[in-house]
């Protein structure tokens, strides 16, 4: 026996990737699914890993790994897969060289998403072989056996993890590395040049592969155990109850059916083994399906005409637990205590010291402008007091949203003035785009680049533009006002402030208010949780001491907590935390009476 | 299953919650327990709430664990225990540290922190509350004010009957944890939150 380790179901899928001979990984950040490839990492050199600017790069470049006969693997959050969904349905008819595996991180409940999207629908409608991992244990298992079923039926294979798999410990048996050997490159036009001639042919043997898949669901997968029947004891008495389940809803239901059911407990669920199903059905008295988001498994199941109760009574979306559903199937909920006491909400909010502050602060003073956002750390201004923040969408989406709203508006003669607003790494990921379109088709947005030197939000991820990979190597730096001209901003219309000195950005605010074409202004100060390295350590510096208030001074007039600072106290009195404030001196800036003073 | 039990560990980003959780998990882990660890902390660094939850028995099967199911809730925040109050189970128990930290809305002037949540929380469970800030700082690092909560958390379970978790060779699995330099510090944390009542 291999030891035995607690493991979150994103470092148990690295390890299976590992142990099963992987060479290639890529990866945009994106919670849940991030941990993957920061545990990759750590496999260096066994395993080359990289960030890639965007979910699109990163499928594609496991794509090309795979054509170049080694096993690769791509992981993304779920939203991530509608970025890399383009190659994706092509690449399931071309099929693998080396085995492919693509993970992603769907988050039920929306703990740290815009939307609650269930890519099992990805696996239906690509067509891709699909295995759902239930605890540690089974990530390991399943993304070997990934490599395997993808190199054997020439597929694709899709791994759904949830938030609850990926962030959840429990038990795994550590193996070795198995080296996979590297498939000499054969060129293979008719396989790898998807022209509508080839596609088509390819197109057919899609059919016969799902056969081929099928079988495997429905015969093997069930002799391995992947798809399997738990039976209840034979001397078990009353109704036989049968639950359908997959992922992490197959651990609710044996809590909450426990050993007088049984289980139809499904590791690979596309091709959904409906016959299997069949089969279970005619052995229980009554069949649930339960599982998280979409009716997936129900949908299908009842197409094949076989009875069941599934979403009249499971919740259609959040994510579910043993209390949900006990409630949902039994109608019974455990006792709780309660109280009349309230308790205040305790929002996210940016860090005392965070840059993005400086320059939301500075734009709540401008009047008549709609923000255009876009997603990050960033995205918390649109939280009161700052509320400067007016839609945001998916990444990359401020500069291109904007610029359609500043069409609009110009055809409707309003005198609405667009500003977006995009982090640096949300920039490289898909807002280069839309800032070509915006110079392109001539819409005179402001476009605002918070480049806080890191990819904050999933927890500082180097990126494009901070100098090193994600294994620690020196990159080149990409140069955003040198991009930003080359797009065609014109030079006079490009600034790079500090963010949290009040007067340069309002000058830059002034200049690109006034300019009737479009503008950019980069604000550009590290993430105040960055570990600085290398030549940024001086450049960098602190920019003040710890603040206090001179309550002498102070006529309480409040502006300063405008600025929505954790670090200051609005009582009856205003305060500063000094415990918590880190000499940004962005309040001294804002306060007419000097009161504000460093330590 | 109804030989497994449950901890919830709820506080705000930074207090080192995820820390004690990982030691505590470990250590059920040595003693030959199931043991399931999940972990919300999306938004932690950013001042928003943190929670872990443990479950532990001769076998787990659900990560996470539903309203009033949770055998203790280990508070570091006053105002966190409130929050959760509901995923206490009948007759479990609540450690509370007595430290609050005022939320967003609090600080920009529109909401109050609530008052009475002690008096409260204690008329309703089995309530033990403890200074663990004070006595961290005590010991000369505030940072171990984590590692005196395991202690009491640990105690509680034990005083509750399990006494299997008497026999964990906690110390060394908090050495493992801990950098070298922090080692006895956090130790003595540890025996403090054990002895607190
Ligand atoms: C398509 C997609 N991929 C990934 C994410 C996850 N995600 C949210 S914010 C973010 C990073 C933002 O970084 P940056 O633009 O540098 O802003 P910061 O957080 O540093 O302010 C990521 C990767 C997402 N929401 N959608």
Redesign the interface.
């Known amino acids: 026996m291999g030891e035995?380790k607690?493991l979150t179901g994103d470092e148990a899928v690295a390890r299976g990737a590992w142990e099963a001979g992987l060479l290639f990984a890529s990866a945009y950040p994106g919670?849940p699914s991030t941990e993957i490839l920061e545990n990759l990492a750590e496999y260096k050199p066994d395993v080359y890993a990289e960030w890639a600017p965007n979910e699109k790069v990163a499928l594609e470049s496991a794509i090309g790994a795979s054509m170049a006969g080694v096993r690769s693997l791509a992981a993304m959050k779920h939203v991530g897969v509608n970025v890399a969904a383009d190659p994706l349905f092509t690449f399931s008819y071309t099929g693998v060289t080396g085995g492919m595996v693509l993970v992603s991180a769907d988050d039920p409940g929306l703990?740290?998403s815009q939307n609650e999207q269930d890519n099992r629908n990805y696996a239906n409608a690509a067509k891709l072989l699909m295995l759902e991992p239930s605890?540690s244990a089974e990530c390991v298992k399943f993304t070997k056996l990934g490599f395997e079923l993808s190199e054997r039926f020439d597929t694709p294979v899709l791994l759904r993890m949830t938030?609850?798999v990926c962030?959840?410990?429990?038990?795994v048996e550590l193996s070795e590395r198995q080296e996979a050997p590297i498939i000499p490159y054969q060129p293979n036009i008719q396989k790898y040049v998807m022209t509508p001639a080839n596609a088509r042919v390819r197109r057919a043997k899609l059919s016969d592969r799902f056969q081929y898949e099928l079988a495997f669901s429905e015969g093997e997968a069930v002799e391995m155990g992947l798809n399997r029947m738990e039976l209840r004891a034979t001397e078990s008495a009353g109704e036989h109850i049968g639950v359908v389940c997959s992922g992490?809803a197959?651990?609710?239901a044996?809590?909450v059916f426990?050993e007088n059911a049984s289980y139809l407990k499904l590791g690979v669920t596309w091709p959904m083994p409906v016959n299997l199903v069949r089969e279970f059905r005619s052995k229980v008295d009554k069949l649930y399906i339960v599982e998280e988001v979409d009716p997936y498994m129900e949908n299908q199941i009842r197409a094949a005409g076989i009875d069941c109760i599934g979403k009249e009574v499971i919740p259609e979306w959040d994510e579910l637990?043993?209390?949900?559903v006990?409630k949902a199937v039994f109608g019974q909920?455990?006792?709780?205590?309660?109280?009349e006491?309230?308790?205040?909400?305790?929002?996210?909010?940016?860090?005392a010291g965070c840059p993005h502050r400086g320059l939301f602060y500075a734009l709540t003073k401008r009047k008549d402008i709609i923000i255009t956002g876009d997603i990050g750390?960033y995205t918390?201004g649109s939280?009161?007091?700052l509320s400067a923040m007016h839609s945001t969408f998916c990444m990359g989406g401020s500069i291109s949203t904007g610029h359609g709203a500043a069409k609009a508006l110009e055809k409707a003669g309003s005198n609405l003035k667009i500003v977006a607003v995009i982090g640096d790494s949300t920039f490289f990921h898909t807002g280069v785009n839309s800032l070509m379109n915006v110079t392109y088709n001539g819409s005179n947005i402001i476009t605002i680049i918070l480049d806080n030197r890191i990819t904050a939000m999933t927890?500082q991820q180097q990126n494009p533009g901070t100098g090193y990979t994600l294994q620690g190597e020196i990159a080149p730096e990409a140069d955003i006002p040198k991009l930003c001209a080359a797009i065609g901003i014109k030079e006079e219309n490009i600034f790079v402030v500090n963010p949290l000195r009040l007067d340069e950005t309002n000058a830059a605010l002034d200049k690109a208010f006034a300019s009737d074409n479009a503008s950019v202004i980069i604000t550009k100060w590290p993430c105040i949780?960055k570990k600085l390295q290398g030549e940024e350590t001086s450049l960098y510096e602190s920019l003040g001491n710890v603040c206090y208030i001179d309550q002498e001074k102070c006529k309480n007039c409040?502006i300063c907590?405008k600025t929505?600072c954790?670090a200051?106290?609005?009582?009856d009195r205003v305060e500063i935390n000094e415990a918590m404030c880190v000499g940004c001196t962005l309040c001294i800036q804002t306060c007419p009476f000097d009161a504000i003073i460093e330590r | 299953m109804s030989n497994t039990k449950a901890i919830l560990l709820v506080g705000v980003g930074g207090q080192g919650t995820i820390l004690a959780s990982k030691i505590l998990s470990e250590g059920l882990v040595s003693a030959g327990f199931d043991v399931k660890m999940s972990e919300i902390h999306g938004m932690s660094q950013r001042g928003g709430n943190v929670s872990t939850q443990i479950r532990y028995g001769e076998k787990v099967y659900s990560p996470i664990i539903g309203k009033g199911e949770a055998d203790v809730i280990v508070a570091f925040e006053v105002m966190e225990a409130l929050r959760w109050i509901e995923y206490l189970t009948e007759g479990g128990n609540f450690i509370i540290n007595n430290y609050e930290i005022p939320s967003v809305p609090i600080l920009m002037g529109a909401a109050k922190y609530p008052q009475g949540i002690l008096d409260e929380l204690s008329s309703k469970a089995k309530t033990r509350i403890l200074n663990a800030n004070a006595i961290a700082e005590k010991l000369g690092n505030k940072q171990t004010q984590n590692i005196v909560l395991l202690g009491a958390a640990i105690r509680a379970l034990s005083d509750s009957g399990d006494t299997a978790l008497n026999a964990i060779a906690w110390k060394e699995i908090i050495t493992r944890n801990v950098k070298a330099a922090f080692t006895e510090v956090n130790i003595q944390a540890f025996e403090e939150g054990l002895r607190a009542n």
Do not use: F
Request: aromatic letters at 6%.
């Open positions: 035995k607690l919670t703990h740290s605890d938030t609850r962030h959840s410990k429990s038990l992490v197959y651990q609710y044996k809590e426990g637990n043993t209390d949900i006990r909920s455990s006792p709780t205590l309660t109280t006491l309230e308790t205040v909400a305790r929002p996210p909010a940016l860090c750390c918390l939280a009161p007091p927890g949780l409040k907590t929505g954790v200051i106290y609005n009582g």
